[in-house]
């Protein structure tokens, strides 16, 4: 009997076989989820780990939390293929995207169905400061907490809307400034170590439970228009049917009482589908400020000047045109998610 059918019946099995293993190990890979510093790594292991015990049974996978001191430490570990997904804020998010390789496929819904949150100025509750034009004023003898170079709320948004706008740049301006996470601001300012800091709607509601006698010392003096919800990032590279998976676990978690109770903490009730269209206000906001930026600058030639504010007005022109696209679609559909939801 010839040996050749036997080797042709054999190659079949040792490739399956092959396959079957190159599949187990598939399955038992980790998925890396970064997660930003708002507060401290002790008290964010304790509010997502239910949630990452669940994602990792439904995927089959271990899911391991990634913490770190900064924004930027998880935006270069997705950039590296050390994160596998993460949960930024908006202008993290927007770094994640341009520069790791990064891609929006969700955004979480607020526990109360907010489409999102707001950035706060706050101030001690004992402090004669009442708005932010006195605040401005009064910079040169403040100390000032911003926010991470890379938080929505913390310092991109008051970043245009409360500096670049009153022409002020925030680096600058004040006796003193301080960058850390929400947390550390608002505490700063309950305990009197620093007089005005950014803050957000969501950090304000976590602090009222956590602590209420500090949540107490605050007084908020300025507001900003809502920012849109925190999306939830994946590496465009990773494997079509992980997305999948990852996308089907995301758009559902949220329907029963015990998942619930565990987004609880996080302030969420579930999560929506969502894309990079996401980040277009953010991009709105970055450019603005780059704009008031060039139009003060007194170094520049008026030549210039006028260069670069014709580009600046040329990349605003086309987030213009999408934005006005999806607002159209959005109204012809009213279902379809709109930004910001």
């Keep these: 009997m010839s040996r050749f059918p036997l080797r042709r019946i054999a190659l079949p099995l040792v490739a399956g076989a092959s396959l079957f293993v190159s599949q187990l190990t598939l399955a038992a890979e980790a998925l890396n989820f970064g997660i930003i510093s708002t507060e401290s790594s002790q008290n964010q292991a304790e509010q997502w780990q239910p949630f990452l015990d669940d994602m990792s049974r439904e995927l089959g996978r271990d899911v391991k939390p990634f913490f770190a001191t ?3 430490a998880v935006i270069q570990a997705m950039r590296f293929d050390k994160v596998d997904l993460a949960w930024y ?3 993290s998010a927007m770094e994640a995207v341009d520069r790791a390789g990064g891609e929006i496929f969700a955004q979480t819904v607020a526990h109360n169905g907010a489409s999102g949150y707001w950035s706060l100025i706050i101030t001690h509750r004992d402090s004669d400061l009442e ?3 006195e605040m401005l004023a009064r910079a040169d003898d403040l100390v000032f907490g911003n926010g991470d170079p890379n938080s929505t709320s913390g310092y991109l948004v008051p970043g245009y809307y409360v500096f670049a706008k009153n022409g002020v ?3 600058t301006a004040f006796k003193r400034t301080l960058n850390a996470n929400h947390e550390t601001n608002a505490l700063t300012v309950a305990n009197g170590q620093v007089d005005v800091a950014t803050f957000n709607t969501e950090g304000m509601e976590r602090l009222e439970v956590i602590h209420p006698e500090k949540a107490e010392q605050l007084k908020v003096i300025w507001k900003s228009p809502l920012i849109p919800s925190d999306p939830l990032v994946w590496r465009k590279n990773l494997p079509e049917d992980l997305k999948a998976d990852l996308r089907e ?3 559902t978690y949220g329907e029963t009482d015990a998942q619930h109770e565990i987004l609880e903490p996080l302030q969420w009730s579930g999560f929506a589908p969502s894309s ?6 953010i991009r709105q906001l970055e450019l603005f400020k780059a704009r008031a930026r060039v139009a003060n600058d007194d170094s520049l030639s008026a030549d210039e000047r006028e260069t670069q504010l014709t580009d600046l007005d040329a990349r605003l022109d086309v987030l213009n045109r999408r934005m006005e696209t999806l607002q159209a679609d959005a109204d012809q559909a009213p279902t379809t998610a709109m930004i910001g939801q």
Excluded: M, V
């Design 70 to 72: 900064d924004y930027a």
């Design 169 to 171: 740049d925030a680096s």
């Design 249 to 251: 676990f995301f758009t």
């Design 89 to 91: 804020g908006n202008k």
């Design 276 to 281: 990079d269209d996401q980040l277009l206000p």
């Design 131 to 133: 708005s932010i034009e």
